[in-house]
């Protein structure tokens, strides 16, 4: 896992997929982070991370669509699955690798509270906190997109699909507000509600509460898709 890890993360910067990954999180950032903490004075970091949540739809199929598509259409795929490691590795290694691309913008994000906290009013710890929860939610991101690149030869349909995924998770509490009122419609709606990510840093927000069951969520979801990706590689070896 340790020699597909540091290959896969060579590979990005190499590529310069990796340096166009960090520099446009960190852009959209910079931007919001002006005007909403310089400009218009609000002292939570955490309302410039809520109101870019929607730049993963396009940072993370760039950084997600080639990591399986690629190789199965290059066929060195073959290569991998062959060599002395087992399919669980594999995919490990190449979901961490992606993980330390997005650490790094996420590590540099870190500057911004203090940056607030010098200019005056400051609330650091919401702000730390939901920089974890940016992370985490963007790590649900990544393993989406890295189990639906594992489903395709094609980065182009990796890409477009994980768009499309993003896309409906970005507008879940819209869409789950057409379902009626009834009484199994409240209940789906409570249910679904939970996969409404942008919840998460809004409680921060407006109530400085972290939701636990949300976190539990996202871990669990990470999980789900690494699993998901595992079982589709693993077919592909043996059929």
């Known amino acids: 896992m340790k020699a597909i890890y540091k290959r896969e993360l060579k590979s990005y910067f190499h590529s310069m997929i990796g340096y166009a990954f960090i520099a446009f999180l960190m852009l959209f950032m ?8 310089l400009n218009m004075g609000y002292p939570y970091f955490a309302y410039v991370l809520s109101s870019t949540l929607f730049i993963f739809m396009v940072a993370v199929p ?4 080639r990591s399986f598509a690629e190789e199965r ?15 669980a590795g594999i995919v490990l290694g190449k979901f961490l690798a992606m993980i330390t691309v ?14 607030i906290h010098f ?9 730390y906190v939901a920089i ?49 009122d009834s009484t199994f419609g409240s209940w789906l709606k409570n249910m679904l509600g939970k996969l ?32 998901l990706t595992i079982q589709t ?5 043996w059929s």
């Open 132 to 180: 974890f929860v940016y992370f985490l939610i963007g790590c649900v991101y990544i393993a989406i997109g890295m189990f639906l690149s594992s489903l395709t030869e094609s980065q182009i349909i990796a890409a477009v699909s994980t768009f499309a995924t993003l896309l409906v998770l970005n507008l879940w509490s819209g869409l789950i507000g057409f379902l009626p």
């Open 30 to 37: 910079g931007i919001y982070f002006t005007a909403y903490n």
């Open 196 to 227: 409404e990510f942008h919840s998460l840093l809004s409680n921060l927000i407006n109530n400085s509460l972290l939701d636990i069951s949300g976190v539990v969520l996202c871990i669990s979801l990470v999980f789900l898709f690494v699993f």
């Open 119 to 127: 200019q005056g009013t400051s609330y650091l710890k919401v702000d």
């Open 73 to 87: 259409k290059s066929k060195t795929d073959q290569l991998l699955l062959t060599a002395p490691v087992s399919v």
């Open 102 to 115: 997005f650490l790094i913008p996420v590590l540099l994000s870190c500057i911004y509270p203090l940056v």
């Open 233 to 237: 590689i693993q077919k592909r070896r």
């Open 62 to 65: 760039v950084l997600t669509m």
